[in-house]
Structure formats: C-alpha cells, structure tokens
C-alpha cells in the first residue's frame, strides 16, 4: 500500500516547498505570490523499490463558508466524513469553493493530512475552521510548523496545533538538510500502522541514495581530472608558418574545450543531486581574460608556498622509494632531492600553463599539439571547484528557487583536514597527474575529501 | 551526465589477467605438444587439455554463477598476494565497483571468462605454431580401453563439425595410432598427423566458442549492470506528476494611498486588537464607526477601510465579500507584533496591491508609510 500525503493549509504558507523538499524536486513552481498551485500536483515518489505519493494542494480560500456548509449537512459526528465526501461531490460546492473541492478530494481519498502553518506569525483564531474542517474528514493528519522567517511564534502554534494534531513538527523546507527531512519522512511513518514499512523502506532508500550520490561523484570527479589533465588538442598541417598561424585558434580551442568539459561534469553533479533547474554562480575556469593569468587559479586551488609543499611531499615519497631500494644506504637523499626537486620545480613552474609545441611528421608536414596542461595547480583547481560545489549541493534542498552561490572555499584548509597518509597518497597522485600519468586508485585517494560531515568530516 | 567511462583499474586487472592466460596457454600447449622424444603426443591428454578441462572449467563457472557465490577463476586470482595493494579484493572490489553486489559479481564473472578465453587462445596459437614447425605424431595408448570403445565417444564429440568430413575419426585411423610402448611398430607419420584437424575442431567447439560466448554475455552483462549502479545512483528517485501549476502572471496592482483625509468606517476584518485601531486612528484619525468581522456595515457616504493582517495572504473568503459591498473603499493592511505596528514588507505590500487591483476603483492605504 502506497503511502498518500496532502499538504494542506493557508496559502502562502510553504507548502509547495515542503513538497518540493521532500520529493527532492526543483521544478515545482514555488513564489511569494500566493494562490501559485491552483490545481492538485501529485507526485509519487519512487527511491529504489519504494514509494510514496505527496499531493500539492491550494490553499484554503473559504473555510468559513465551507464549514458552515459541512455544518448543515452532518448532525452528528459520525456524519462528518460522508458530509466531507458530499462536499467534494457537490456541483454547487466545486464551482463556489474550487480549492477547498480540490485539498480535500485526495484527503476524503484515503490521503493523511500535512497541514503547514507559519510559525513565525502570530497564531490567529481563524485558522481553526480549516483544522475543523480537516478534523471532520476523520484521516491521519499531522501539523507541520514552517518557521518561514523566524521561529517567534513555534510555542504558541504548538499549543494550538496539539489540539487538533497527534504529531506536530516544525520543518523549514527552505533550510532542512538530509537528516532533518528523514526525520521528517520517519515520522510520517506512524501516522497510520499500514504504511510504517513502506516510509521506513523509503527512509532506508534514501540514504543509500545518499551514499551512491557520493560515491558517483568521486567517480565524475576521478574521470574529470584524469581527462582534463592529459587532455591536448592536436592539429596537422603542411609548413611551419601554418602551424605558427594555428596557434591562437588551437589554444582558444583547448581552453575552450576544458571549460566545457568542466561545465558538463558540474552539470552532471548537479543532476546526481537531482538538480534540473539551477544555475550557480561558479564562473568560468579562469582562462578567459586572461589565459596566462595563474594567479587567479589561488582562488580554487593552492597558492604557490602551498603547491610547493604539496609537490615536496610527493617528490619526497617518491624519493623514499629509491631510498627503500638501497636498503637506507643513501641516508635519505632520495626523499629529501626528490623533495627539493619536485617543491622547486612547482614553485618555479607555477605560471606555466599549456604548451605549444609544433612536431615534423616522418610523412611531411607537421602535427601542432596544444596541451596537456602543464600546470601542478590544475588539478587541485579542478578539485576544489568540484569539491565546493558538491558542499554546496549536499547542504541545499530542492525548495529552493535562488542561484546556488558557491563561496570561494580554502581547499588547503580541507586538505590540512586529511590524515598525513590521506594527504601524501593525494599530493601523489596528482602530482602524477600534472606530469599526465594514469593514476589507477584515484577515487580512493579523492574518497577522505567526499566523507560528509555525519561520517566524521567537517563539511 | 558524459558517457561513464570504465575505470583504469577495472581495465587494467582483465588486461593484466588477459596476457597472463594468453601466456600462459601457450606456454602449457607448446610444453604438452612437444610430445616425447619422438614428437609423439597422447590423443587423450589431448582432449583432456582441449574438451574436457575447458569444458569442466566453463560449467564450474556457470555453476558458482548460479550459485551467486561471487568466487571464481578472477577472484581466487586476485586473493593471490603478489598483486598491487589497490589491486586487493577487499579493497578493489567494495570501492571501486560502487559497493554494488550485481556489479561485482558481474565484472568477476567477466574477468574470469575472459582468462578462460585467452588460456584457450594462447593453447590454440601454441598448437597452430607447433603445427607450423614441427610434425607431431598423435598415438594414443590405454590399458583398458581398445579402438571399438573410443570410436563412439569420438564420433558423439565430432557431431557439431559433422560438415567437415576430414576432421572426423574412424576406427580405422584410430587403431593405426594406438601405441604400445613396449613393442616396435611402425605407424605412418602421415597418418598419425592427420588428428590435427580433429583436435583443431574440438578445441575450436569446446573451447573457444562456448568461451566466447560467454565473454560477450559476461561483457554485455557487467557493461549493463555498470550503466545501471550509475544510473541508480544518478536518477534513483523518480517523481511521476501529475498536475502541474505555474507562477501566474502579475495582475494589475491597486493605487497606493498614504493619506486618507475624509471621515471613514473601519472594518476590522482582521480582528485586530486596540493597539491596532489607535494607531490607524492616530495616523487617519478616528473612524466614524468601528465593525467587527460578520457584522454587516450599512451603506455610507463616508469611506470604507477594511484592515487586514498584512502577512497573511488575501483569500477567497475576503474577495467575495468586498465585491458585494456597494461602493469601494480601501483595503488597509497592517504589520503587527506585541511591540506594536511596524512596517508592511515590500512582498506583503506587493501581495496586497495585486489581491486590490482586481476589484474596481479599491485602494491600498498606508497611512505614515514612505510610499
């Protein structure tokens, strides 16, 4: 049996957004303005092999005459639900009082009732003909308080929604994060003894979800650093001076190329965290102005004392290896030069991007190549705005409607969080990387950075 | 979301296992084939070597398959310690195959087909190169079993290259290649060489092509279940709408009034406190009357201003009853907390004018507010 929920209640009052948070879906239409949903929307919702249905409803627009109505019909209080149920069948009733028509058609359908308010707005004597109206349909319901602006008037609100309501929560759609909407989801879960296994399969759905999203974007993350870093565009020509002529489309072309292929990996990590619709303001890989311009890839990725450590470190372990080999006879010069080597030639090679280089072909002519990128901050740059990005997705919901704005994170800081092992076994592989080598356990090294905050990392 | 492409390590390992099997397919025909002293090879390890172990291989596979144990030929050759750390079971398999149990079964079940297929591979190139190189007698020899009981068997494995009458045996041909050891005959090299084409064939059938198939399945299979866990991880909740609303279009908004400057009736359909009404009464001075909301206002010349909570939303209810009045009026809505009245935010405001703009000749008032 499919669990039902119709959101009821004031106009205005969020319940779009409850909606759209819990169905993890950002196509509903949610404004300010209200009497936005005019019709039912009903979505069911599947997560693996279970589901649930949410019904959007409008809002309550007569209550008064409505109850007055309900009043004449039912003398008595075992009257009250067919009453209900006259109601939403009445031609008179569905063209005097079509909102009310439509929130209570799934209810009087066997719907248990989600019914929001405001709490942080005075509790006012007029919302108790919409909870009568409610009581009288004889369906589960709940009350959920929705502390829109702040949560002044949650106190009051739970004093007077108890009365009417065996569960009341407060739930901001706007601000719940993953555990707060599970909580939320579980506690659906004992409204009505028939649908306890099915929320709780869909409670268990879900964070599995949770952790395949997260698993899939070390996967999108791992492929786009492995493309983009070995990625070089390759042109043939006939003469030399070609090749020369060539030069500003291929570089624009490569750059070009980068930036789009970073765009689809974001878009592609936006919809594994079911994002269809939003924009975000992470600008373009900072090529655009200025190719050359290096200094700005700090913003994302590490400063230049940074980069240099981080290629000593690697160096340096790679030098240990030498050392291991000669069973410590080199009293450590391999990791120490393989230090100095690497964190110089990162300190000094940190404005160095892409290079041009023109090749003769034994058959005649030439092969002009544009690329790889040669800079050992290019990974991290692409780490971090794919990293902050992905926070930023993990901490929004699908209510909503604003541009997702990513704050320029310090991904040193994050690094710094990593264990000495964690943050060696990264500074490693990308050092591989910036030199174009294949590195095979990259989602295991990327995976420390992923863990969220509930399995022991900052967020 | 691009194209998933597989990963490295879940390449490397079938490419790395794939030249080993090859290797060492080849390695174990040219061994085996290289017969004894005399190139003679046993015609029954042969097809021990060709039918019966790939045969025995292939249906151990199917069977662990079937019993979803997730072992087989790639897993007991992974456990092996001489791999690189990531390459680890443990450490491979639940990380980098998503955790998802069908998809590891599923690239397991394809490694080890293709190791089955390129140990047959390699034995094929090995007995194709010896073939080349080298004249191999093919004898049999048994204690127990004479030509008239091999023949049927034989003849059973011949059937499916029933067309390819050269690669048949005969009892005839297999009595002049029985061998004993002990006593001095003379087989013609001619004729013992002639069970090339039968082992050929038996090692293509038995071998090669039931191998084959199963690597396209096992491929297929975990391609499938690959595109599968990502897609479960990518779309695994699936919203079916019915019903579908948009933000409508702004209507007209109602004039904003700050002053009213005329004797008013004050309808409190808000059911606002005193404080409420002083502060109306400061800003526009004191209503001629003051109603409650349900109680019927009489018809006046003076104005009509109807207050309202501000941040609530403008219903139905009001709507209906502001159009059976017979003259309009204003609609005054007003922000208030136990500190008293304060200023009306810009979307509350807006909400209001758009609710008043739909009735004829109604006014927003805002006595006291910038405009």
Not at chain 1, 184 to 210: G, I, Y
Not at chain 1, 284 to 306: E, M, S
Not at chain 2, 206 to 227: D, E, K
């Amino acid at each position: 049996m499919t669990p039902v929920f119709a959101v009821v209640g004031h106009p205005n009052k969020g319940k779009s957004a409850i909606v759209a948070t819990l169905a993890q879906d950002d196509s509903i239409a949610i404004s300010s303005q209200s009497g936005t949903t005019r019709v039912n929307e009903t979505l069911r919702v599947s997560i693996a092999e279970s589901q649930y249905t949410l019904v959007d409803t409008p809002g309550f627009q007569r209550p008064t005459p409505v109850l007055a109505w309900l009043q004449a019909k039912a003398g008595s209080a075992e009257q009250r639900a067919d009453a209900v149920a006259s109601f939403i069948r009445d031609r008179h009733c569905q063209q005097a009082y079509p909102d009310e028509v439509q929130l209570l058609t799934p209810i009087v359908n066997g719907a248990a009732i989600l019914y929001v308010v405001d709490g942080s707005r005075p509790y006012g004597a007029e919302y108790e003909t919409e909870m009568e109206i409610l009581r009288w349909t004889g369906q589960p319901s709940m009350a959920l308080i929705n502390p829109i602006d702040n949560d002044a008037y949650v106190e009051p609100w739970t004093q007077a929604l108890r009365q009417y309501f065996k569960v009341v929560k407060v739930f901001n759609p706007m601000a719940a994060d993953f555990d707060k909407r599970m909580a939320v989801l579980e506690s659906f879960a004992h409204l009505k003894d028939d649908w306890t296994a099915s929320l709780q399969a869909v409670v268990a759905a879900c964070r599995q979800q949770r952790l395949a999203q997260q698993q899939a974007s070390l996967v999108l993350l791992a492929n786009l650093l492995t493309d983009l870093c070995s990625y070089q565009l390759r042109q043939k020509v006939l003469t030399k001076s070609q090749a020369e002529l060539l030069r500003p489309v291929l570089e624009q072309g490569f750059f070009q190329a980068i930036k789009d292929q970073e765009a689809k990996a974001h878009t592609a990590l936006k919809k594994l965290y079911q994002y269809h619709h939003l924009e975000s303001d992470i600008y373009d890989l900072p090529f655009a102005d200025n190719l050359f311009d290096t200094k700005q890839w700090i913003i994302w990725g590490l400063n230049r004392k940074q980069l240099a450590l981080a290629a000593a470190i690697a160096g340096a372990a790679a030098g240990a290896l030498i050392d291991v080999g000669l069973a410590g006879q080199s009293l450590l010069l391999g990791a120490l030069g393989g230090g100095l080597l690497a964190g110089g030639s990162a300190w000094f090679g940190a404005e160095h991007i892409a290079d041009y280089k023109i090749m003769g072909l034994p058959v005649g002519g030439y092969e002009v190549r544009q690329g790889p990128m040669g800079n050992r901050n290019f990974p991290y740059v692409l780490l971090g705005r794919f990293l902050f990005l992905a926070q930023a997705l993990r901490q929004r919901n699908h209510a909503r409607r604003d541009l997702l704005q990513i704050e320029e994170g310090d991904l040193a800081a994050q690094l710094d969080l990593l264990s000495t092992g964690q943050k060696k076994a990264l500074h490693a592989a990308f050092d591989r990387l910036a030199r174009h080598k294949t590195v095979t356990n990259l989602e295991l090294v990327l995976q420390p950075l992923f863990t969220p905050a509930d399995q022991g990392r900052p967020p | 979301m691009t194209t998933p492409r597989i990963q490295h390590a879940t390449m490397q390992i079938p490419l790395m296992f794939g030249v080993l099997a090859l290797l060492a397919g080849l390695t174990a025909t040219l061994v085996f084939l290289g017969g004894d002293d005399q190139g003679r090879v046993n015609l029954l390890y042969l097809l021990l070597l060709f039918v019966f172990i790939p045969l025995a291989g292939l249906l151990l596979s199917l069977l662990l398959l079937v019993l979803k144990s997730g072992h087989g030929l790639a897993s007991w050759l992974l456990a092996l310690p001489c791999w690189p750390r990531h390459w680890h079971p443990q450490a491979f398999l639940a990380d980098r195959l998503s955790g998802s149990q069908l998809l590891r079964r599923a690239w397991l079940f394809y490694v080890s087909q293709l190791v089955g297929f390129c140990l047959g591979v390699g034995s094929l190139l090995a007995f194709m190169l010896i073939l080349l190189g080298t004249d191999v007698s093919f004898v049999w020899r048994s204690t127990l079993l004479q030509a008239e009981d091999l023949v049927p068997v034989l003849q059973l494995l011949a059937l499916p290259w029933r067309f390819w009458p050269e690669a048949q045996p005969s009892l005839a041909l297999l009595q002049m290649s029985q061998d004993f050891r002990l006593g001095a005959q003379m087989h013609d090299a001619s004729v013992l060489g002639q069970w090339w084409r039968f082992a050929l064939a038996a090692q293509c059938t038995f071998n090669l092509l039931p191998r084959g198939i199963m690597l396209v399945l096992a491929l297929l299979s975990y391609r499938y279940r690959y595109q599968q866990s990502l897609k479960s991880a990518a779309v695994s909740v699936v919203v079916s709408r019915s019903g579908h609303n948009q933000v409508p279009a702004p209507g007209p908004l109602a004039n904003l009034a700050q002053h009213l400057g005329k004797p008013y009736l004050l309808l409190n359909w808000a059911q606002a406190a005193a404080p409420c009404v002083d502060y109306i009464s400061r800003q526009c001075g004191a209503a001629q009357a003051t109603y409650q909301r349900g109680e019927a206002v009489p018809s006046s010349r003076h104005a009509l201003v109807v207050l309202v909570k501000g941040w609530e939303p403008p219903m139905g209810e009001l709507l209906d009853y502001l159009q059976t009045l017979p003259q309009a009026g204003y609609v005054l809505p007003l922000d208030w907390d136990e500190q008293g009245v304060k200023p009306l935010s810009s979307g509350h405001l807006q909400e209001w004018r758009r609710f008043t703009g739909q009735l004829g000749g109604w006014s927003v008032l805002q006595p006291g507010m910038p405009a």
